[in-house]
C-alpha cells in the first residue's frame, strides 16, 4: 500500500493539479478542511516510482458500525487502465483492513455513460449504485451543469448565454449592482445572507467555523470569495474554488432583499470571466435534482444553471465495496430513518414558523 507521507506531498500535488481528472475535493488543503474525518491517500506508481493514479478517502468512525471510507470525485488516473485501477483497489483494501472499515463508497468524477469504467471496477469487485435522482440520496450531487471555457473569449461565452441569463446580467449592471472580492472577515456577513437562504428555500447552513477554516486552508489560490453590493449593502455572494485547470462554483447565498436586481446572475458571469482569464478549461455550476420537471421545487435552480450555456452532467454514482454488507445495510436503514425524523422535525418547525 503507497500512501502520500511528507515526503511525497509535494509531488502529489502537482500530479493532482496538472492532471485532467483533477478535483479540489482530492487535494490535500480539501482533507484538512474536512477536520472531523481522517485523510489518507492511496497511490498508484509506476516501476520507476512515479505517481499514475491515487485517490483521497475520508475515514471516519460512525457509532456502533465502525469505520466508514468516503472518496469524493476519485480516483485521478487514467480510468480505463485496469491496472492502475487494481492497484489502487489493493491499495484502498490494504487500508480499510487496517481501520477495521465497514465500508468504502467512492463518487467519482465519471460520467454515467462510461461503459469501459463500468464494467472494470464490477471485474474489480466494486458495486455501483446509479438510480439516485434528488439530492439526499447521495452525499455528493449526481447531477451538474458543467460550462466549457477552454480557449474560448468573454465574447464567446456570454453570446452562448440564454437570452435572458443575458438580459438579467445587464440589468444588475445598468441597476447598480456592484461585485466585490471579499475577505475572510466578509464570510460573517455571507454567512448571513446564507441562513436567510437556507430558511428561505429549506436546507441546512453549515457554521460560520467550516467556512473560516474553509478560507484558512484554501484561500488565497484556491478559494475566493465575491459579493454583490447594492448602495453599498451586500445582497448577495458566492465561495468558488480554483484548483488545477479548473473552477467550481461551491456556495451561494443571497438576501430576500433586492432579488429583482438580479444580483445572483452578476455574481455567476464575474465568476466565469475569473476562470477564463486565468485559462481555465472548466467552470462547475454543481449539483441540481436530476428530475427535470417544472412543477419540481428544485426546477428554478435548473433553470437558471441551464441559461447559462452549461452542459447538463450525470455521474456514475456510487462505487463501493461493503467489506461487512450486514452492518452496511443496517447502517443504510439507519440513515433513512434519520433523515425522515430530521425532514419531519424541519417540516413541523416550519409549520409553526408559519403560523
Not at 77 to 105: H, M, P, S, T, W
Not at 167 to 180: F, H, M, P, Q, S
Not at 276 to 295: A, L, P, Q, W
Request: contains cysteine; aromatic residues 12%.
Amino acid at each position: 500500500m503507497k500512501l502520500v507521507t511528507e515526503n511525497n506531498k509535494k509531488e502529489y500535488t502537482e500530479f493532482l493539479s496538472l492532471h485532467d481528472r483533477c478535483n479540489f475535493q482530492q487535494s490535500l488543503e480539501w482533507g484538512k478542511v474536512k477536520e472531523n474525518w481522517n485523510n489518507e491517500v492511496v497511490l498508484a506508481e509506476d516501476e520507476n516510482g512515479k505517481i499514475i493514479g491515487s485517490i483521497s478517502v475520508l475515514i471516519r468512525k460512525i457509532p456502533i458500525f465502525g469505520k466508514f471510507m468516503y472518496s469524493s470525485r476519485g480516483p485521478v488516473c487514467d480510468i480505463y487502465n485496469k491496472k492502475v485501477l487494481k492497484q489502487l483497489k489493493d491499495g484502498l483494501c490494504e487500508l480499510a483492513k487496517r481501520e477495521n472499515a465497514f465500508i468504502l463508497k467512492i463518487e467519482p468524477d465519471i460520467k454515467s455513460d462510461e461503459k469501459k469504467f463500468r464494467e472494470i471496477v464490477e471485474e474489480l469487485g466494486f458495486k455501483i449504485k446509479d438510480d439516485a435522482k434528488n439530492f439526499a440520496e447521495e452525499i455528493q450531487p449526481r447531477y451538474v451543469f458543467r460550462l466549457d471555457i477552454k480557449g474560448k473569449t468573454e465574447e464567446e461565452v456570454f453570446e452562448n448565454f440564454h437570452s435572458k441569463t443575458r438580459y438579467n446580467i445587464r440589468l444588475a449592471t445598468k441597476k447598480g449592482v456592484e461585485i466585490r472580492e471579499g475577505t475572510k472577515n466578509d464570510l460573517k456577513v455571507f454567512h448571513k445572507i446564507m441562513i436567510e437562504t437556507g430558511k428561505r428555500d429549506g436546507f441546512i447552513i453549515r457554521p460560520l467555523s467550516y467556512f473560516e477554516k474553509m478560507y484558512d486552508e484554501l484561500a488565497p489560490n484556491h478559494m475566493k470569495l465575491l459579493m454583490a453590493y447594492y448602495d453599498e449593502k451586500p445582497i448577495a455572494g458566492i465561495i468558488l474554488i480554483m484548483y488545477g485547470r479548473k473552477t467550481w462554483y461551491l456556495y451561494g447565498a443571497s438576501s430576500n432583499e433586492h432579488r429583482n436586481l438580479m444580483p445572483n446572475y452578476l455574481l455567476q458571469w464575474k465568476a466565469i470571466q475569473e476562470a477564463i482569464n486565468s485559462k481555465h478549461d472548466m467552470y462547475d455550476f454543481r449539483g441540481v435534482c436530476g428530475i427535470v420537471d417544472e412543477t419540481h421545487p428544485q426546477y428554478g435552480l435548473y433553470r437558471f444553471k441551464k441559461g447559462f450555456g452549461a452542459e447538463f452532467t450525470e455521474f456514475i454514482g456510487e462505487v463501493y465495496i461493503p467489506f461487512k454488507p450486514l452492518k452496511y445495510k443496517l447502517y443504510n436503514l439507519s440513515e433513512k430513518l434519520y433523515k425522515k425524523i430530521v425532514l419531519t422535525k424541519s417540516k413541523i418547525k416550519k409549520q409553526g414558523e408559519n403560523k
